[in-house]
């Protein structure tokens, strides 16, 4: 019986062992320091000191600098990563090249919802470039994809 006992205690710890939870971000982390640097009516240089080269660019009325991150999980070591979430923060400028805003886009309930301003976008070729990016993230067998 107390060698049975000692067996599982075994098993047990041994199990716990390999569920240790690893978290791996790539991309763009916001810092809340870099952000409060770049205020409205910054410069575009001042964008690139405080936020760095952006992960891409668009242009549709007016330019856009776009931030991208991922965060994955993995559960257990020998497991491959599962996307949890994906940001991007998006800096706006208007037409002297200067920040006219700034928003961090994720998915909240499946939508593509601003995190700073609380809102949900309207249509439009941003919102359906930010709803494209985000929705990327789920696969056709209901698992995530990365980006990286």
Known sequence: MAFALGAAALSVSTLSACTTQ???NQGYIVDPKSLELVP??????????????PSTKAT???EVY???SQKRVRPVAFLQPRLVDQRILAVYFDKDSR????ADYG???GRVFDFISRTTPTGGKDASFLGQVL???VAD?????SLF
Do not use: C, H, M
Not at 40 to 53: D, H, M, N, R, Y
Not at 99 to 102: K, M, S, T, Y
């Open 60 to 62: 549709f009325d007016n």
């Open 66 to 68: 776009y931030y991208i």
């Open 40 to 53: 409205p009516g910054s410069s575009k240089e001042q964008v690139l000191l405080a936020l760095g080269s």
């Open 107 to 109: 998915l909240k309930d």
């Open 99 to 102: 920040v006219e805003r700034i």
């Open 141 to 145: 067998t209901g698992g995530p994809t």
């Open 135 to 137: 929705s990327d993230t």
């Open 22 to 24: 690893e978290v791996l």
